[in-house]
């Protein structure tokens, strides 16, 4: 059974720092991993789809890798802003079950002015 | 282009009635999954339905959760009755699914989740 962990749980840094969250997964049969950003309140905002093929994606600051042999992820935030506040969701897509996503529980980011 | 829709935000509702949550996908996307959010927790999907037909309802419970997506457009999701630990946040996702063993090649949109309280 797929099992996606997210560490840290909560992260509070200051403006302008670089930052790395991280994302674990216990089979490395997957699809794709997708990299979300949840406001409080609200729906999930997609931020990079890595496909299994794939090892990095790249959108503005961000940038994520994948390494399917060890079951990492990991999503680089440039040049933090208080704007990227928010809740930062890492899930793989399970080969042969047609998009399914397990989700990691999400790491916290608080960025200080 | 509209993303995907979801209504009603927020529903509050006493324990045993019953409730029913809206989905309609970003247009041309033919999958559509329905995940349940519990607070500070990631989503888990429900049930998902590629066009008109699910073929995954595993975790959905049967008992108490139906769900349909007539046309193989927009889609309900219902509870009834409700009880105490249904309050969550249903979130609804689309995307359009490649056609190789039914694998998707997408990435998954969702709306902004219809937060239920059951009192």
């Known amino acids: 059974k797929q099992e996606v962990t997210q560490i840290p749980a909560a992260l509070s840094v200051p403006e302008g720092e670089n930052l790395v969250l991280n994302c674990s997964f216990t089979d490395s049969a997957i699809y794709n991993l997708q990299w979300f950003r949840q406001d409080p309140g609200k729906g999930l905002t997609s931020l990079l789809l890595i496909q299994s093929s794939q090892r990095e994606q790249t959108s503005g600051r961000l940038n994520a890798s994948l390494d399917k042999s060890s079951g990492r992820s990991t999503l680089y935030i440039a040049a933090s802003q208080p704007g990227d506040s928010a809740t930062y969701l890492c899930?793989?897509?399970?080969?042969?079950?047609?998009?399914?996503?397990?989700f990691g529980q999400g790491t916290e980011l608080s960025v200080k002015p | 282009e509209a993303g995907v829709v979801q209504s009603p935000r927020y529903k509050i509702i006493e324990k045993k009635q019953p409730v029913a949550f809206w989905c309609n996908p970003i247009?041309?996307?033919?999958?559509l999954y329905w995940y349940l959010q519990n607070l500070g927790q990631g989503p888990e999907l429900l049930i998902r339905?590629?066009?008109?037909?699910?073929?995954?309802d595993s975790q959905l419970p049967k008992d108490r959760f139906s769900a349909e997506r007539l046309k193989g457009v927009d889609s309900t999701l219902k509870i009834q009755p409700a009880e105490l630990g249904d309050s969550a946040v249903y979130l609804c996702a689309s995307s359009l699914a490649g056609t190789s063993g039914g694998a998707s090649t997408g990435e998954l949109f969702f709306g902004e989740g219809s937060r239920l309280t059951v009192l």
């Open positions: 339905y590629e066009n008109e037909e699910a073929v995954d």
């Open positions: 899930a793989v897509g399970i080969r042969n079950q047609g998009g399914k996503l397990i």
């Open positions: 247009s041309g996307h033919n999958t």
